[in-house]
């Protein structure tokens, strides 16, 4: 529990040696651009004649960038301020609140460590905290999750099913736009879901040091709420650009799952998160996920002879251990 950055960094002058990245990897203190060239993309207009138009949006930004921003969604502007503020409650909270929750066995349901779940065997460590849980069946995930903030189930349940709602409509969209049937995720490829909230204290060096690796998510959508503050960066033709955090926005993108099933037809980024050290960041990620003996391979409808598959069918759980034992991959 000592080891969580929010534990140890209040007064720390210094960046500790083993959170310093060699310098091809580490941020540096060149001006990152903070992007306005990431699509932003007004849900309201899905539901009506411009639907078409919606979904071209959505596939040119999953082609062009992995990534777009969603305004004028469904999920209720106070019920992501409450979620925000309720997460960054649990991360205030005393260290005698949340010692029940740390645990660095991979397998714990809901759990609370730092940097990474390679902590004992990664040589640099990252500055961020992570609190993850499964939210999928929401009343059996529930009993597991925090009952300290006191509204934290009651808020956290609320935005989960409203965010989950969200994934449901995108994918929607996604299908259409790809030309497969409706419903085509609506099944054991999107059935589980994790919520994973970031918290990335103030850091006394933010240029020798990140909160998150590069890495392309190994879901098939993520949804994020990145909050107001700074941090979230996307890899666009070898260059970083920024995510401009905008009110009420959610940060989508596309995992390295649905890039597979759609052949390489949406790309899936790397992006990575840097630290400030002005204030504490927190951000709230829902990965959207297959079930683990989902059989995941280039859908048939988007394959042919002149566009065979460029990937084999493999089962997701055989994936993910792969992933996760690939430090250069992960991002756990
Ligand atoms: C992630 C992620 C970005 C952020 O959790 O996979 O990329 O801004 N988070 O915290
Ligand atoms: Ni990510």
Redesign the pocket.
């Known amino acids: 529990m000592e080891k969580l950055v929010s534990i140890w960094s209040k007064d720390q002058q210094y960046l500790p040696e083993n959170y310093i990245f060699p310098p091809e990897t580490r941020p540096g203190k060149s001006i990152i651009p903070l992007c306005t060239t990431i699509p932003v993309i007004d849900l309201s207009k899905a539901s009506d004649q411009n639907r078409s138009n919606t979904i071209q949006q959505i596939l040119k930004a999953s082609k062009e960038f992995g990534f777009f921003q969603v305004i004028k969604h469904e999920v209720p502007p106070k019920l992501i301020n409450d979620t925000m503020d309720v997460f960054k409650e649990f991360f205030d909270m005393p260290a005698e609140d949340k010692v029940s929750f740390y645990s660095e066995n991979p397998s714990k349901t809901c759990k609370l460590y730092t940097s990474s779940l390679s902590y004992d065997r990664e040589e640099i460590h990252l500055w961020r905290d992570n609190l993850r849980h499964p939210c999928h069946p929401l009343e059996e995930c529930m009993k597991l999750w925090p009952e300290k903030p006191t509204r934290y189930r009651e808020v956290v349940g609320a935005y989960s099913n409203e965010a989950k709602k969200l994934g449901s409509i995108i994918l929607e969209l996604i299908a259409e736009g790809l030309g497969l049937e409706s419903g085509y995720f609506r099944n054991q490829l999107s059935e589980s879901l994790l919520l994973?909230i970031?918290h990335y204290p103030p850091c006394p060096n933010p240029s020798l040091t990140l909160g998150?690796v590069k890495h392309r998510?190994p879901n098939l959508i993520?949804i994020?709420l990145?909050g107001d503050v700074c941090?979230?960066q996307v890899l666009k033709d070898g260059e970083w650009i920024g995510v401009e955090p905008l009110p009420n926005a959610f940060v989508i993108n596309i995992g390295y799952i649905l890039q597979v099933i759609s052949n390489n037809k949406l790309k899936s980024v790397e992006?990575r998160?840097v630290t400030n050290s002005k204030e504490a960041r927190t951000?709230a990620?829902l990965f959207i996920n297959p079930a683990n003996d989902c059989v995941i391979e280039p859908t048939k409808t988007l394959t042919e002879a002149s566009n065979p598959p460029i990937y084999r069918a493999f089962q997701y759980q055989e994936f993910l251990m792969d992933y996760i034992s690939n430090p250069t991959r992960r991002?756990q």
Request: net charge negative; charged share 5%; glycine share 8%.
């Open positions: 994973s970031n998150l998510d993520t994020l990145q941090g979230l992006h998160a951000s990620a991002n």
